[in-house]
Each structure stands twice: as C-alpha cells, then as structure tokens.
C-alpha cells in the first residue's frame, strides 16, 4: 500500500456518535486525501492536504473535519455521525502531484 | 453530464479475449490521465499512467485521444485474474485546489 495504513478497517457508529478516523504514512509525500466511495458513486474527495498546517475542502466535506499538524497523519474526524455516511473510507498519498496510492480503506456501517 | 464518463458493465468475456475499456472526459483542460484497479473490497491501484503517444505495459495498452476527449484501455489475452473494477482518473492539473476525478468504474468479469 506504499506505506500508507489506515485504522480501523471496520467500525460501526450509533447515529450521532462521533470517531476519528486515523491515515498515516512513511513516505514523507505532502499530498494527502481522503475519499469516500459509495456503490455507483465512484470516489469522491471529501478533503485534502498540501502539506502540514494546510487543510481544504474537496467535494463533498459536510460533516467532516481534518487537520493535518504533521506530514505523516491526516486523520478524517466525523463530528456527528449520519447514515448517509456510511461508506468505505479511503485516504491517499499522491506522489509528486501525478498518481495517488490509497490505504487499505475503513469500513463505516452508521445504524 | 460526469466530468468523467465510463461504461458500468459489466464486460463478460472468456479467458484469452481482448476486451476494451473508453472513458470520457469532459475537461479539454485535463493534463494527465490513469487507469486504476480495484478488487472487490480493496482499495484502488495504480494500473498505468496513458501517455499522449500511447503506452503499452505487457497485456495492457493504454491510449489518449484529446481530440474526442476519451481515454482506452485494451487487454489482450485476458485472464481469470483480471476480473476487477477499473478505474479511469482524469487529472486537470491546476496548482492549488486539487484536481482529481474519477470515474464509477468498469466492471470485467473474466470466465473460464
């Protein structure tokens, strides 16, 4: 996965319940995502990083916070879970601004 | 209309078939292009990058036409395990805000 790991694999949520999903890399790229992708959907950015200390929105950002203190995390924050988000989770590294290598996913079930 | 456009399938073809993918893109600004594997329930992986001039990795060749705006991906000789969703990502290149879209994929089912 190009040393990009994501944790937890699975999770299940209460409706209004809040977590934090974690992305790490060993790469030292800038470039890091998260997407969500949801059956016929494809995926869709629902925020992005350039580097440390610098955050913003992709398409679909409501509902969820980021912050990106070191090159190495980018954790996706769900402030107050919803069952329209439930979806697999995919964070990204991107190398050089060309391809994207993407962890191994979170799969989030919000009852 | 998506900014990029693929066929859903899913393709059904027999083992050592040649199958061929397009994707379309909206964008005439878009500046790099990709094709993606995804197995079920796994994430996506980079196939290959296509090239204007076109580029061929063993079974795979990978074709760029700016001109109708599309993208192709051929596999000659297909086999079992190429069964997998692709993926075809358009890149528009901007600095700053991030540029990268993809398509909902293509399903190939190869069979025995």
């Known amino acids: 996965n190009a040393g990009v790991t994501q944790t937890p694999k699975f999770q299940v949520l209460k409706t209004g319940q809040s977590m934090t999903l974690q992305c790490a890399q060993d790469?030292?790229?800038?470039?890091m995502s998260w997407y969500r992708q949801d059956p016929g959907m494809g995926l869709r950015l629902i925020h992005y990083?350039?580097?440390?200390?610098?955050?913003d929105q992709g398409e679909v950002p409501n509902g969820y916070n980021v912050s990106r203190s070191t090159t190495e995390d980018f954790p996706l924050r769900l402030l107050s879970a919803a069952p329209s988000q439930t979806s697999v989770y995919f964070c990204?590294?991107?190398?050089?601004?060309?391809?994207?290598?993407f962890g191994p996913g979170t799969r989030l079930t919000v009852t | 209309r998506k900014e990029v456009e693929q066929d859903p399938g899913p393709f059904n073809v027999p083992e050592g078939a040649t199958v061929a993918f397009n994707c379309t893109y909206s964008n005439s600004a878009s500046q790099s292009f990709f094709w993606y594997r995804q197995d079920c329930r796994k994430e996506p992986k980079l196939l290959m990058s296509v090239y204007s001039s076109g580029n061929e990795d063993g079974r795979f060749t990978a074709q760029l036409n700016r001109a109708s705006q599309y993208i192709s991906l051929l596999i000659r000789d297909s086999k079992l395990s190429d069964s997998a969703t692709y993926l075809c990502v358009v890149n528009l290149g901007s600095t700053g805000r991030r540029a990268l879209t993809f398509g909902s994929g293509t399903r190939l089912q190869v069979q025995p």
């Open positions: 790469m030292n790229h800038e470039y």
């Open positions: 990204a590294i991107e190398r050089e601004g060309r391809e994207q290598y």
């Open positions: 990083s350039v580097g440390a200390g610098i955050t």
